[in-house]
């Protein structure tokens, strides 16, 4: 009976490492330090490309950037093209830094690198790129008057700023909390604050609800606030309301009865003209009216008595 061994071949240690860190250095290979980098407009941003490993001495680098469901190139050919002309550049070995950001260049951008010599030659990453845009004065829209009890709605509206902006509203320099149960202040009035859309609506108006208000439009780039507007509260007079239209109707039934008696008496009665109002002229003396073939043409004749 034969016995056979399987003798499993073993490597030292040292070489397996070795063998390792041949592979990679045959292989481009790509990191980033922020996949998710945001900066304010107008400042500078650095989109990190490094790399990590790589045996190509001259390898080929682009930036792409994807935006409205298509990519277009940002460098290409070792210069920087697009948008990004005259307002970025490639930091060695592949870092791009955009030194005056826009609102435009919110978008995800993809480092691309091509090593010819190595054994994984192509690597790639995305970076999602935000700019952020600080809100501009909104526009705020406060009622100038508003009867107690009645309702009243605010607004404030800003459409600038990015991320979207989020609202506060104050009055008299102090702010509305979003729900008034949880002031003492405002625990008695009856309104609901939408952050989201910046409007404030008053179900039922007191007294207690007039004074200055302003809004202030915000986001994580910064802040903007309208000027202060005043809105009154005031009692509806129900006594006034009531006596003038009692004035009213004593004034109509006082024209209504001139009207009648004026009937009466006559003063409206129309005369109505009947009759042919044309005069035959009369007949001179030694002059006879001859009618003509035409209608209305009439020619005289002039007899002498001798």
Not at 20 to 35: F, Q, R, W
Not at 208 to 219: L, V
Not at 275 to 299: I, L, M, Q, S
């Amino acid at each position: 009976m034969k016995i056979h061994v399987v003798q499993r071949l073993m490597f030292p240690l040292p070489f397996l490492s070795c063998f390792a860190g041949y592979l990679s250095v045959l292989a481009v290979v790509l990191k980033t330090n922020d996949e998710s980098p945001w900066t304010n407009e107008f400042e500078s941003i650095e989109l990190s490309c490094l790399i990590e490993s790589i045996s190509t001495t001259n390898p080929r680098i682009e930036w792409k950037k994807i935006q409205h469901g298509g990519p277009s190139y940002v460098f290409f050919d070792k210069k920087v093209s697009g948008d990004l002309e005259n307002r970025a550049r490639i930091r060695e070995p592949a870092t791009l830094v955009i030194t005056n950001a826009t609102r435009s260049d919110t978008a995800k951008y993809r480092c691309e690198v091509t090593a010819p010599d190595d054994q994984k030659s192509f690597d790639e990453i995305v970076i999602d790129l935000v700019v952020r845009v600080k809100p501009v004065v909104p526009k705020c829209s406060v009622p100038k008057s508003v009867p107690v009890g009645k309702s009243a709605e605010l607004r404030c509206v800003e459409e600038e700023g990015f991320p979207k902006s989020q609202y506060q509203w104050f009055r008299n320099r102090e702010e509305i909390p979003d729900d008034p149960k949880t002031s003492p202040k405002f625990f008695n009035s009856s309104y609901t604050l939408n952050s989201e859309t910046g409007t404030l609506k008053f179900s039922a108006v007191r007294k207690d609800d007039a004074g200055e208000y302003y809004c202030r439009a915000k986001n994580d780039a910064g802040h903007a606030e309208c000027g202060p507007q005043m809105m009154e509260v005031y009692d509806i007079n129900i006594a006034g309301i009531i006596l003038g239209v009692l004035v009213v109707v004593v004034v109509l039934l006082c024209i209504t009865v001139g009207i009648c008696c004026a009937y009466k008496r006559g003063y409206f009665t129309s005369q109505k003209q009947t009759g042919n109002n044309y005069k035959v002229p009369a007949k001179g003396d030694g002059v006879d009216y001859v009618r003509t073939e035409d209608e209305g043409d009439f020619r005289h004749k002039s007899s002498f008595v001798i």
